[in-house]
């Protein structure tokens, strides 16, 4: 790999794609642009309107409704639009969670937190796209403006552990208590839910994102992107 390219942040306003994978197969894919990518971490935008993907089954299944081995050979990315919520991510290197704001988009307003698990993320630059790979962990944490929070998806992490191509129970454990800490975190409040960020705008002169040729480039890992 290129030591140069492995090091390189992305400029402001770069469009950069998000990726989760299960196995060999992207599972789900957001286009956003940079925000800033610096000692605090790697910050994303998602615009209402922008283009998304999932996995589906042939019978419009998910992986929220069967493992991915269960959808069959024929399960495909079905485009979708992004809608309702602008929303910021912050990807702290290193980190087996993102942490997004989401703002109403009609209004501006900040709406809430939501931690999502997941393993610690790869970049990857091709000079014409660039973009992030993670694996999600299913469990997350919702949090509201007044720092009050639920979990999200437990019944789904649950009948996940002990999957093919998921984690084993010992796994689970760890990414249970990845999200207890950030619940402490909310509680404190503490950083990122601090108040940070809650006033966030755009730049008012981006346009909104399309996907980009190479948007399914292999899979970057962190041992081959060791700076990710």
């Known amino acids: 790999m290129n030591g140069e390219r492995d090091t390189a942040l992305f400029a402001p306003g770069r469009v950069v794609l998000r990726r989760y994978w299960k196995g060999d197969r992207i599972s789900f894919l957001n286009v956003t642009r940079v925000v800033a990518d610096d000692e605090r971490g790697l910050r994303l935008f998602i615009p209402v309107g922008a283009p998304w993907w999932r996995i589906v089954a042939p019978d419009g299944r998910t992986l929220h409704d069967a493992p991915i081995d269960e959808l069959g050979s024929q ?85 996940r552990t002990g999957q093919p191509l998921y984690w084993s129970a010992a796994e689970a454990a760890e990414i249970r208590a990845e999200g207890e800490r950030l619940v402490k975190l909310a509680e404190s409040p503490a950083f990122p839910f601090d108040g940070a960020w809650c006033d966030f705008r755009p730049d008012p002169g981006w346009s909104v994102p399309q996907r980009p040729a190479g948007w399914d480039r292999p899979r970057a890992r962190r041992e081959d992107w060791p700076s990710a």
Request: aromatic content about 18%; glycine content about 8%.
């Open 75 to 159: 399960a495909h990315l079905a485009e979708a639009v992004w809608k309702d919520m602008n929303v910021l991510v912050w990807m702290p290197a290193g980190q087996a969670y993102s942490v997004w704001w989401f703002f109403d988009a009609r209004t501006g307003d900040f709406a809430g937190w939501y931690g999502n698990l997941e393993e610690p993320y790869a970049r990857w630059d091709d000079g014409v796209s660039a973009g992030v790979d993670t694996v999600d962990h299913a469990l997350d944490l919702w949090v509201r403006p007044d720092r009050s929070w639920k979990w999200k998806d437990l019944d789904e992490f649950a009948a």
